[in-house]
């Protein structure tokens, strides 16, 4: 029998962080969270990148751009000179907490009436410079007003930007405009400083969005709990201050506050919050209840299991915001791709400034306007965003309906999968067997076979030998004493009765024990190709009793299996029952293939042979896939709130046990991948065609701020779409 345990797997190794290279990682240095208030774009991460990672003692820096995070790796108490060092940048940078960080920092409040009178003026520069028939000292006096009340955070920004040596939108937006002053466009520099700062601030409002996807989840837990008195009375409590083991009511139509065990009362529990499930699930005593999710019918008293940080709705949250820190393969790609655009751009501009003019006779007022416009265009802003929004609208996709997906690489390798490696009991099955034949062998009496057997069965944690307990029905106090018990991975278990070792295992131990004779063979064949897994009790003179047992099919693995193929996805199915039943069990819900009597160590080979075949899933509930779920590339827990280690060590968690969920992921991961390579063209697109249209003469600078914020709205939109999958 295979050892059944609470765990699903085994944790893979995360991605490597990014480490400046003239550093060594620190294995006693300590891990701090700073949040960066003005976070917004990559052109803030750059600036901090610059600062810190030369510093000694920092060998880690994390950005997380979705929830204006900044972790860093350091030696021993450097907190406060890092902080230090990032108070000059004017980033409102300040030391956090995982609990402090609950709710992202809000855009900077903007001072709209400040900007609508910017751009009143910057469009009155512009009505006037036509009324007149070019400069006069009303046009510039009003683009010198628009400027400062739109744009004066942005030379702000800027300068800092220029005394670090970096070149970030700000840095290159305060350039081109003074660069348009000089040259006398002062109303169109009026008019692109006012576009500029209305974009950004129409942007970090878009950004919001997928920075609340995940934390309006917290909303959906009661900031109280009723809990039960010591003198008995019912008393409303703050739910953080609520106790382990504390006895809380709930009313028809609440939402449970709090993780616990149902102790008194029955009712329909809507748990979709958390699992996805569009049913209510029926609750009622000894039944788990989980934190945000909605009591609709009866009342329910349950006692507290988990504290309020420490629920399952808690530990989604925080996983799914470590998922967002996390880079995608797509977003290191361009990332790596946008370190060198910018600088490659700006030399551009300044090469189409000096050379056209030195040595081809070009106007000098007609080529710097051209390089303006191409600093305007340089920032990769648009390019840049569109990875970190369109993951982080997948994984919120994904968490509302009950699949959480632990990093963004996840995300995208799942559209690769080929092969599904699924293991029976739990995941195709229903992991609750029942016996269906029970036979006496070499004539012992049937009372003291069911004792002995029992006794065994009650120790072992695994579905068959529960199964094998409680149809048996041996009261507690007749149970037999056994000694030195031990589990048997893969075959079954052992133990000394009375002085006499006994074993209740498989017929893959049978074997290894050489008890197995025709006679034996020959029944065990046909009760096996019935679907059905044969556990027998062995004693010193041989097998003494057989007991068949069946496990029911989930009524949705047939169609799961059914999506997944339609997907282009095989499937193989990895037991340690015996074939017959494994190859009973595939035909019945339709799997490629079937291999049965498999240790641990044999289901890690199986999925080890698919690697040459392409992306590798591994679907899992126990201990005993662990070793297969982490060769995979992509492990999947089933039924994650019913274990306490799922979250933690799974690539994705299926929060129910729904298999069809698998199929859902790799759709969302085709899906995802689409919208992400529709940003990453439309972005490098449009700057295309606005540098051939510079390079041409036929772009101003207005136009340039459209095409690079106009584009990264468009691409924020996008990835926002992912939120309606």
Not at 49 to 63: H, V
Not at 90 to 106: C, H, K, N, V, Y
Not at 401 to 406: C, D, P, R, S, V
Not at 430 to 457: I, N, R, Y
């Amino acid at each position: 029998m295979e050892k059944r345990d609470t765990g699903c797997g085994c944790e893979k190794p995360k991605e490597p962080l990014q480490q400046p290279s003239n550093n060594t990682v620190n294995p006693d240095g300590e891990t701090s969270l700073f949040s960066i208030g003005k976070m917004d774009c990559p052109t803030e991460e750059s600036l901090i990148r610059a600062k810190l990672s030369n510093i000694q003692g920092i060998y880690r820096l994390d950005f997380n751009l979705v929830q204006r995070i900044l972790t860093v790796g350091h030696k021993p108490g450097m907190e406060q000179s890092i902080l230090d060092v990032l108070a000059p940048l004017d980033l409102d940078a300040r030391l956090a907490t995982w609990e402090d960080t609950e709710g992202a920092p809000p855009a900077a409040k903007a001072n709209w009436w400040l900007l609508g009178a910017a751009a009143i003026a910057a469009l009155a520069s512009e009505l006037v410079y036509w009324l007149q028939g070019g400069n006069t000292w009303p046009v510039f006096v009003l683009a010198l007003v628009a400027i400062a009340g739109g744009g004066l955070s942005t030379y702000k920004k800027g300068w800092i930007a220029l005394k670090n040596l970096n070149l970030n939108m700000n840095a290159l937006m305060s350039i081109a405009v003074t660069g348009a002053i000089l040259i006398g466009h002062w109303p169109e520099a009026a008019m692109v400083m006012v576009l500029f700062t209305l974009a950004e601030l129409i942007e970090a409002k878009s950004l919001d969005r997928a920075r609340n996807a995940i934390r309006e989840l917290l909303n959906l837990t009661p900031e109280t709990a009723t809990m039960r008195q010591e003198d008995g009375h019912w008393h409303e409590t703050d739910a953080k201050q609520v106790p382990l083991g504390a006895i809380v009511r709930v009313r028809p139509g609440e939402r449970i506050a709090l993780d616990g065990e149902v102790i008194k009362g029955n009712s329909a529990v809507n748990q979709a919050p958390i699992t996805g499930e569009s049913l209510p699930v029926d609750k009622t005593a000894g039944d788990e209840l989980f934190a945000g999710t909605i009591n609709e019918s009866g009342a329910l008293e349950y006692k507290v299991t988990a504290a309020a940080n420490d629920a399952v709705l808690a530990r989604i949250i925080h996983a799914v915001e470590e998922a967002q820190g996390s880079r995608a393969p797509t977003q290191r790609l361009v990332d790596q791709f946008a370190h060198w655009y910018t600088p490659l751009v700006f030399a551009v501009a300044l090469a189409t400034a000096l050379l056209p003019p030195l040595f081809f006779g070009g106007a000098w007022m007609e080529w710097i306007y051209r390089a303006l416009v191409l600093l305007v265009i340089a920032c990769p802003c648009a390019l840049v965003i569109a990875t970190p929004v369109t993951i982080v609208s997948g994984l919120a996709a994904a968490t509302r309906h009950g699949t959480l997906i632990k990093g963004g690489a996840y995300l995208e390798q799942g559209r690769r999968l080929r092969w599904i490696a699924l293991d029976k009991t739990g995941t195709i099955t229903h992991g609750k067997p029942e016996v269906t034949d029970f036979e006496p062998w070499c004539g012992t009496q049937v009372d003291k076979v069911k004792v002995m057997t029992a006794s065994l069965a009650s120790r072992s944690d695994h579905p068959v030998s529960k199964a094998i307990a409680e149809y048996l029905n041996v009261k507690k106090s007749n149970l037999e004493e056994v000694e030195t018990f031990e589990a048997l991975a893969g075959r079954g278990v052992r133990g000394e009765i009375a002085g006499k070792g006994y074993f209740l295992g498989n017929h893959r131990l049978v074997e290894e024990l050489k008890v197995c004779s025709p006679e034996l063979e020959l029944l065990l064949g046909k009760l096996e190709s019935q679907g059905k897994t044969v556990v027998m009790l062995v004693g010193e003179s041989g097998v003494i009793a057989l007991f068949a047992v069946a496990d029911t099919v989930k009524e949705s693995s047939r169609q799961a299996i059914e999506e997944l193929h339609g997907l282009g996805v095989k499937t193989l199915m990895l037991t340690g029952d015996n074939q017959h039943t494994a190859d009973a069990i595939a035909r019945e819900v339709g799997i490629d293939r079937a291999e049965g009597n498999l240790l641990p160590e044999d289901k890690l080979q199986q999925v080890e042979s698919l690697a040459g075949h392409g992306r590798v899933g591994m679907v899992g509930d126990g201990i005993n896939d662990a070793p297969a779920l982490a060769r995979a590339d992509i492990g999947f827990a089933m039924g994650a709130t019913g274990t306490d280690t799922a979250i933690e060590t799974a690539d994705v968690a299926l929060m129910d046990d729904n298999l069809g969920k698998i199929a859902g992921f790799i759709r969302l991961s085709r899906t995802t991948a689409h919208i992400l390579w529709q940003n990453i063209i439309l972005a490098l697109g449009i700057k295309a065609i606005f540098l051939v249209l510079a390079f041409a003469g036929e772009a101003s600078m207005w136009m340039a701020v459209f095409a690079d914020m106009g584009t990264s709205l468009l691409v924020v939109f996008n990835g926002l779409r992912l939120m309606r999958k």
